[in-house]
């Protein structure tokens, strides 16, 4: 088949339904970009390959860019992913810079989502290749690096490690994953709670009550006081300039590359990415203070990396046959509906379905940052809905994203009902959040590599000898470390 | 979302819907059923046996079957919950080997859930040792073993993944006792685990499918991702019955030269250790007979119809259709088998 | 895991599951340790001095978004229960949730606000519903 004769209207017809579709799951607390693939899965077995893909890629794509705006109005991920967009998102939404900081967001995604798609096309077997020099060692020190960002991320340096520390902890409770590779025996489980929690916690239940829940929590504790007054926060603020991008081109670049070289590695996980770029952004620059007070720059990061992660992802799937985050290994299932196989052949036997692919992933940004461009000035004003209406429904939300995560657990609702009272309590002895749901984020799979490292080899100078990536990551880590104290101490002395 | 246009008319009778009875008149059978399976997974085999098999029955009984990816724990959970007929499961051998291996969360599926009947087979279950290996075969991998090198074999303990590597203990005890120390497991994950193990050097043979590694047989030796298929633990029949192109480059006759007889892994000393990863359906204990019956009989009119079949097999999976009962005696008579497998190497 | 030698260790596969906990748990003693130390003044005068909680909070509206919140989840399943994989247990508790919530968060009670609050109750849930459940076949409780 021709390749034009695949790029129908339907074709395209397809991408932007996907994409809107996408960003409007993305949007929604609770619901995903994998949630969004899997349930129009079987819609694509009537549509043919080509056309197939053109929507679940569409709805990749919308459903990762869509997660900021949650993040950035209502402090309240819509994707795991976004974690990092909340923490200059949100306040910049509170000076009243919210539809800056949308407009910000949106350009950094497609300026990632771009990158890594270039990335993908022009390197994808090359880059396959690199990564399968990432062993279990490389991999552990990779996940290492990104929790040396609890630090960077804390206020209290002390305090901050410790909420990360509890984060990896309590993300062991339930059994050791089999499916990963461990023994499926259970730990930190009391003999009663065993039949719920066999395989712990899961992540968007935890998110969500945390960063949902617990706000409306410590806002009802207030009383819904300043119900009046979010609605005094002007739409608008200071105008988007394109100029607010001057002097973050390497901030683009480096955020983008991060997020699509995570999203290459399999395994490591989405949420690395935005959070690796997001540290590295605040180690480099010139003010680390201004990071979490509303800097756009921390946005920029956080978005053009979540995003790069879309081109990634898919370098292992289409080069190895293996997928790189969660939304992917669905994607696998639309080739095997079709009888394709993925693997290292791919490419090679299916050229045109390749190109069709990169031209829809390509429409599907360039659709993603039209429609959310367009809608912003609308989606700005959900912060003028009062609390009282819309609150129960970001509730409500939640409990539909708790429950249908794992497609229908009754006990992911009450996870989100733990973790918004654990996050209120939280909030009041003062533990810090985000260390907390990074250690969560990145704990099992700090395990599992730090501990099937040692398995495989036997002895610590492993993680030293192994490659010279090994020993890369660990400058990467000291320099990480080092610039977190140095920081640290400043934040002191001004204190002082 | 099959249910597209079937929803948009009922959306106009909403309240009627809403009052609509539980159970549908034909079968006696609920007219909205949750099939839950054994995998979390919306892209791998288990989903998407499911999903053929209960769109047919949907088509078949005029109900809704929705299928729900909880995995193993959680879906055993919800069957065991409800003997209404409202729930019901699909899974796969995982379901008795996991109780067989002693892996938390697998009880005995004969004596507390109602067994069959099967529906398919996935025959991909294979052995891959790196294309330049100094093993080219399961033999050179027994003499490695009987000459006291170690051999390592990735795995995922506890189930569909490790019986095949119980399989090649058992036969090195059988063939050369004592040899079967040498051969030892490396438990991993996923596939992509596996693969990287071997990439990296830390396994000489890995448990994989033909699926999803078949293309990597076909790079060149020179290539660090190139390997070779070593074992198919599937019947020779069961190659037998799929389509000739076989899957991706490899013909079903290539295929066939990994199989029993062309590839021996003794089971007893005479004849050859097989096994084929069937899928079908788990029932609550207390469920109505006729509720069984009526899905059983259901799916033996889909299966004789010849349609469903085609979709199987374009898809790679052997139709296997066994009614209820037959298929609860025939599954006991395997999991037997590979009970006296397991106990025979972890004995010394 | 036993050692070897300093460096050296083995790992038995069938305990590994508790090693890293181990080392989490040691960590985290040892961090809590230090803030005890370091921070253990301030922490012992805070808990003195301060006001205890839940003292100086809306009552109300704290423990009755809790208490509403408990009995939703507590009543989705079993109204599901009465009409199974249909999604109406979230449907038909959703509604009064909303409603209950909304008007326990109102600060001005009177016609209009109630019937805002009203109509987004029965608003909400409906167009949650029908898109989920049934354009979408998605399992809710």
């Known amino acids: 088949m021709e390749l034009l004769s695949i790029l129908s209207p339907l074709f395209f017809g397809l991408v932007a339904a996907g994409t809107v579709v996408g960003i409007i799951f993305g949007a929604i607390p609770g619901m995903t970009a994998t949630m969004a693939v899997a349930v129009c899965l079987p819609l694509t077995y009537s549509l043919g390959l080509e056309n197939g893909l053109a929507l679940l890629l569409g709805l990749y794509v919308g459903g990762i860019s869509g997660g900021l705006v949650p993040a950035i109005l209502l402090n309240i991920p819509g994707t795991p992913s976004s974690i990092t967009t909340t923490l200059d998102g949100y306040p910049m939404t509170q000076n009243g810079e919210g539809e800056r900081a949308l407009k910000i967001g949106i350009t950094s995604s497609l300026v990632g989502g771009l990158i890594s798609l270039a990335a993908l096309y022009l390197f994808a077997p090359a880059l396959a290749d690199f990564a399968i020099k990432f062993s279990y060692i490389e991999k552990f020190l990779i996940i290492f690096f990104a929790l040396t960002v609890m630090a960077a991320l804390s206020s209290s340096l002390l305090i901050g490690i410790f909420s990360g520390f509890l984060g990896i902890f309590i993300s062991l409770i339930g059994a050791y994953d089999i499916s990963r590779g461990g023994n499926g025996e259970l730990r930190l489980v009391p003999e009663f709670l065993e039949y719920y929690l066999e395989s712990g916690f899961s992540l968007l239940p935890v998110l969500i009550g945390l960063f949902g829940l617990a706000t409306i929590l410590i806002d009802a504790e207030h009383g819904m006081k300043d119900a009046k007054e979010l609605s005094k926060i002007k739409i608008g603020g200071a105008p988007f300039k394109l100029s607010v991008f001057k002097g973050q081109i390497i901030n683009l670049i480096r955020s983008s590359s991060i997020g699509t070289f995570v999203g290459i590695l399999p395994g490591v996980g989405g949420s690395a990415a935005s959070i690796l770029a997001y540290s590295q952004e605040k180690n480099f620059s010139r003010n680390p203070d201004k990071f979490g007070k509303g800097a756009p720059e921390g946005v920029i990061a956080s978005e053009s990396a979540n995003n790069g992660l879309t081109g990634g992802a898919l370098v292992p799937l289409l080069s190895l046959g293996i997928p790189g985050d969660s939304t992917t290994a669905i994607l696998i299932g639309a080739f095997t509906l079709q009888g394709i196989q993925v693997g290292p052949l791919f490419i090679g036997n299916n050229p045109i379905t390749w190109d069709a692919m990169i031209i829809a992933m390509l429409v599907a940004n360039i659709v993603m940052f039209l429609v959310m461009v367009f809608a912003i000035r609308h989606l700005a004003k959900v912060v003028t809905v009062p609390k009282n209406i819309l609150f129960p429904i970001i509730l409500m939300m939640c409990v539909v994203g708790a429950y249908t995560i794992n497609y229908g657990v009754m006990f992911d609702v009450w996870t989100l009902l733990i973790f918004g009272l654990f996050g209120y309590l939280a909030h009041k002895i003062r533990l810090e959040i985000a260390p907390f749901i990074i250690g969560f984020i990145l704990g099992p799979s700090a395990e599992i590599y730090f501990v099937k490292s040692l398995e495989s080899f036997g002895t610590f100078s492993i993680f030293f000898t192994k490659s010279w990536i090994a020993v890369l990551l660990w400058v990467l880590i000291a320099v990480s470390i080092a610039f977190s104290i140095s920081v640290a101490r400043k934040k002191k002395r001004i204190v002082d | ?348 | 895991m036993s050692f070897d030698s300093p460096f050296h260790v083995t790992v038995d596969f069938s305990s590994s599951h508790l090693i890293f906990p181990t080392i989490i748990a040691v960590i985290l003693g040892v961090l809590f340790i230090s803030i005890l130390i370091t921070r253990g003044s301030t922490i012992l005068a805070t808990v003195t001095n301060g006001t205890w909680w839940p003292a100086g909070i809306d009552h109300a509206r704290f423990f009755g978004t809790l208490a509403l919140t408990v009995i939703y989840f507590l009543a989705m399943p079993s109204v599901g229960d009465i009409f199974p994989n249909t999604g109406l247990g979230f449907y038909l508790c959703s509604i009064p949730y909303l409603f209950a919530l909304s008007t326990l968060f109102l600060r001005e009670r009177n016609r209009r606000t109630l019937m805002i609050a009203g109509a987004n109750a029965l608003i909400a849930p409906s167009v949650v519903w029908y898109i989920l459940s049934e354009l979408f076949n998605i399992s809710l409780p």
């Open chain 2, 1 to 348: 979302m099959t249910g597209l246009f079937k929803s948009i008319a009922a959306a106009v009778g909403f309240t009627a819907m809403v009052a609509s009875p539980i159970l549908a008149s034909a079968a006696d059978l609920p007219s909205n059923i949750r099939l839950v399976i054994g995998s979390k997974s919306t892209g791998g085999d288990t989903y998407q046996n499911s999903a053929i098999i209960a769109d047919a029955l949907a088509k078949k009984l005029d109900i809704n079957v929705k299928v729900d990816a909880v995995g193993s724990s959680e879906a055993f959970k919800a069957l065991q919950r409800d003997s209404r007929g409202t729930t019901i499961m699909i899974f796969h051998d995982q379901s008795y080997l996991g109780n067989l291996y002693g892996v938390r969360g697998y009880d005995d599926i004969f004596e507390n859930y109602v067994v069959g009947p099967t529906v398919a087979i996935n025959p991909g279950n294979a052995y891959l040792v790196p294309k330049n290996s100094p093993m080219q075969s399961m033999e050179d991998v027994f003499a490695a073993a009987a000459a006291g090198v170690r051999v390592r074999v990735a795995i995922q303990a506890g189930g569909v993944s490790e019986i095949g590597f119980s399989a090649m203990k058992n036969a090195a005890r059988i063939m050369n006792p004592g040899s079967e120390a040498n051969i030892v497991p490396v438990n991993t994950g996923s596939q992509a685990d596996k693969n990287q193990l071997m990439f990296d050097g830390q396994a000489d043979v890995i448990n994989g499918s033909v699926q999803a590694n078949e293309q990597f047989t076909h790079l060149a030796a020179s290539d660090q991702k190139a390997m070779r298929f070593v074992w198919l633990t599937a019947r020779e029949e069961t190659i037998e019955q799929a389509n000739p192109e076989g899957m991706g480059n490899t013909t079903s006759e290539e295929l066939l030269a990994f199989t029993t007889p062309n590839v021996s892994v003794t089971f007893d000393g005479s004849t050859d250790f097989t096994f084929d990863k069937e899928f079908f359906f788990l029932f609550n204990k207390d469920m109505d007979a006729d509720q069984i019956a009526a899905i059983d009989a259901a799916l033996k009119e889909i299966f004789e119809a010849g349609e469903i079949q085609k979709t199987q097999k374009a898809s790679f999976f052997i139709p296997n259709y066994k009614p209820q009962a037959e298929a609860s005696a025939y599954l006991k008579a395997k999991r037997d088998q590979y009970r006296q497998v397991i106990d025979s190497i972890s004995a010394n």
